[in-house]
Structure formats: C-alpha cells, structure tokens
Antibody, heavy 119, light 108 residues
Framework: DVQLLESGGGLVQPGGSLRLSCAVS????????MTWVRQAPGKGLEWVSA????????YYADSVEGRFTISRDNSKVTLYLQMNGLRAEDTAIYYC????????????WGQGTLVTVSS | EIVLTQSPGTLSLSPGERGTLSCRAS???????LAWYQQKVGQAPRLLIS???TRATGIPDRFSGSGSGTDFTLTISRLEPEDLAVYYC?????????FGGGTKVEIK
C-alpha cells in the first residue's frame, strides 16, 4: 500500500519559519514527481509546489514563490517543504501528494498537517 | 491562470437520484487535462477521475466524467449516502495548476 505521512506542522508567528516533511512508503519514490497542496480552514484546495522525481525541477505557485522551497531526499524517501516568511494567509492544512505518471494530477494523498500562523 | 468555476455550490439529492456537477474553465483546458476529487469531512481528497473521463482505480462506476474544452461534468448516476462530500475539479493542462472552488453534495 502506498502511504504518505506528513509531519512538522504547528503554530508559528508571522515572519517565522517551519519545515514540513512527508515520509513515503509503498512505491519507488524517485520515479515520481511529488507535490504540496494546501487548504485554508473551511476553504478549497490550492496547489503550492511540485518537484520532479530526481529533484532537478521545481515549481511554485505565485503566492509562495521566493518564500517556500520544496526539496526531496530520495535516499530517505522523504519530501520536504521549507516555509520562510510565513503570513497569516499561509494558515492551512498542508497535504503532500504523489503526482500521477501520466499527468500532473494527484493519485495518492497524505492526511495533512496543520500550519497555523498567528501571534 | 485558468480559473475553474464549479456549480452549483451545493447540491441536495436523495439516495438513488442522479447528480450533475459542473466545472467551467476560463479558457480551454489543454488536452482535456481535467481531474475530479472527492473530499469527505476530515479526510484528504481522493482522486475520482483523470483526463476528464478516466475513472481512477477502485472508483465505482456510478461516477463518470465528461466534457472538453471549457465545460466539464461529473455525474453521479445513483447517489449513495456515502457520497456525501465536497467535489473539486483540477486542471493540469496549463501552468499554474488550479482547482475549482468545490461543489458540496448533501443527502436529502
């Protein structure tokens, strides 16, 4: 079974930093692109960032470009999201998800980790 | 950026009824690269449909997708109580990736 388990969420002050992790099992991790999608409380889904299987290519939503950095450690089968300069509007559940082989849609999702940005 | 508009915002149906959910794009979605997800309360989204009409593994055949260009539809042929959820469309034909605002399906 494919499993994705996020961690690292929590309460952080505006301007602060946080690093999310997503541990993956049940698949050949380095064969697939991965992504982060977030959901503000009571709101819809927002794509945040994606990374290719070998980590050479990264992509960001305009709302996080320059503040967030996606990375992966294929030896540890783990995906990361380094979040700097956090704002109140970054408050959300952050999901990691596996990108499907045939297109940038998401066929497996983790259960999410909550990030709250507040003073 | 492609904006996806989903309608209706809420759909109330009785078990066994047919439901039609719409996803309209602000411009044509390249190669009909459109997916549908189901999200139940307190859960992560689950992939239902990709490429506008291809059901994902394990998805019941009462869920079907159709459409092309700017107009796409998710149909639930016979609503089951467990279909209570919010349904989102997502386009992956153009950068950036975007989601619709969701349609909430309620059980009467």
């Amino acid at each position: 079974d494919v499993q994705l388990l996020e961690s690292g969420g929590g309460l952080v002050q505006p301007g602060g930093s946080l690093r999310l992790s997503c541990a993956v099992s049940g698949l050949t991790f380095n064969s697939y692109a991965m992504t982060w999608v977030r959901q503000a409380p009571g709101k819809g889904l927002e794509w945040v960032s994606a990374i290719s299987g070998n980590g050479d290519s990264t992509y960001y939503a305009d709302s996080v470009e320059g503040r967030f950095t996606i990375s992966r450690d294929n030896s540890k089968v783990t995906l990361y999201l380094q979040m700097n300069g956090l704002r109140a509007e970054d408050t959300a559940i952050y999901y990691c998800a596996k990108v499907a082989p045939t297109g940038y849609y998401f066929d497996y999702w983790g259960q999410g980790t909550l990030v709250t940005v507040s003073s | 950026e492609i904006v996806l508009t989903q309608s209706p915002g809420t759909l109330s149906l009785s078990p066994g009824e047919r439901g039609t959910l719409s996803c309209r794009a602000s411009q044509s979605v390249s190669s009909n690269y459109l997916a549908w997800y189901q999200q139940k309360v307190g859960q992560a989204p689950r992939l239902l449909i990709s490429d506008a009409s291809t059901r994902a593994t394990g998805i019941p055949d009462r869920f079907s997708g159709s459409g092309s260009g700017t107009d796409f539809t998710l149909t639930i042929s016979r609503l089951e109580p467990e279909d209570l959820a919010v349904y989102y469309c997502q386009q992956y034909g153009n950068s950036p990736l975007t989601f619709g605002g969701g349609t909430k399906v309620e059980i009467k």
